[in-house]
């Protein structure tokens, strides 16, 4: 064999192992492309899910607090209503006592030793049988009703306060 024709079935054996190497190269890329395609579908569906799930998961969540909302609403009115309705009863009972159409009295203790004893009051026809009762002065009647006024508004307040931590706290 000449060198023309070495040089020859050397190019010729080159140029088909080129034409080799770029059909491997074309299959591989294939095939990875394949790949990379069937991944990023997969990837994408499973971010499709996770959004999905987010949003679920999101539309719970705006679902539970729209129920608190509303459970803390009613909870509301019902303490205003209440603290309403207790202001009402204080204010009549003050008019009545400011007025006179209502006395407040307390229960006198009955002294055996015979000691110290407050004055029962002057009313002696009294229809009423039993122990012995003290009429109170009405300014000290005024200050025991407003007292009382302020323990009532204190209790709904308090019965307020836990309704909300217990609606809050407890899990739905």
Same mark, same amino acid.
């Given at each position: 064999?000449?060198?023309?024709?070495?040089?020859?079935?050397?190019?010729s054996v080159l140029v088909l192992m080129l034409i080799t190497a770029g059909g491997v190269w074309k299959v591989q890329d294939w095939r990875y492309?394949?790949?990379?395609?069937?991944?990023?579908?997969?990837?994408?569906?499973?971010?499709?899910?996770?959004?999905?799930?987010?949003a679920t998961q999101q539309r719970n969540a705006q679902d539970k607090r729209l129920e608190l909302e509303q459970r803390l609403s009613v909870s509301?009115?019902?303490?205003?209503?209440?603290?309403?309705? +207790?202001?009402?009863?204080? $204010?009549?009972?003050?008019?009545?006592?400011?007025?006179? #159409?209502?006395?407040?009295?307390? @229960?006198? =203790?009955?002294?055996?030793?015979?000691?110290?004893?407050?004055?029962?009051?002057?009313?002696?026809?009294?229809?009423?049988?039993?122990?012995?009762? +003290?009429?109170?002065?009405? $300014?000290?009647?005024?200050?025991?009703?407003?007292?009382? #006024?302020?323990?009532?508004?204190? @209790?709904? =307040?308090?019965?307020?306060?836990?309704?909300?931590?217990?609606?809050?706290?407890?899990?739905?």
């Amino acid at each position: 064999m000449t060198y023309g024709t070495l040089k020859a079935a050397l190019a010729s054996v080159l140029v088909l192992m080129l034409i080799t190497a770029g059909g491997v190269w074309k299959v591989q890329d294939w095939r990875y492309g394949k790949e990379l395609s069937d991944q990023a579908r997969s990837q994408s569906d499973t971010l499709n899910e996770l959004t999905l799930a987010a949003a679920t998961q999101q539309r719970n969540a705006q679902d539970k607090r729209l129920e608190l909302e509303q459970r803390l609403s009613v909870s509301e009115q019902t303490h205003h209503e209440e603290l309403s309705n +207790a202001q009402r009863n204080q $204010a009549r009972l003050r008019d009545r006592l400011a007025t006179s #159409d209502l006395r407040l009295s307390v @229960l006198l =203790a009955e002294d055996s030793a015979g000691g110290c004893s407050v004055p029962a009051g002057t009313n002696t026809c009294s229809m009423v049988h039993g122990a012995t009762r +003290a009429r109170l002065d009405p $300014a000290h009647a005024q200050r025991i009703i407003g007292i009382t #006024d302020a323990g009532d508004q204190g @209790l709904i =307040a308090l019965a307020a306060c836990q309704a909300y931590a217990k609606d809050v706290s407890t899990p739905r």
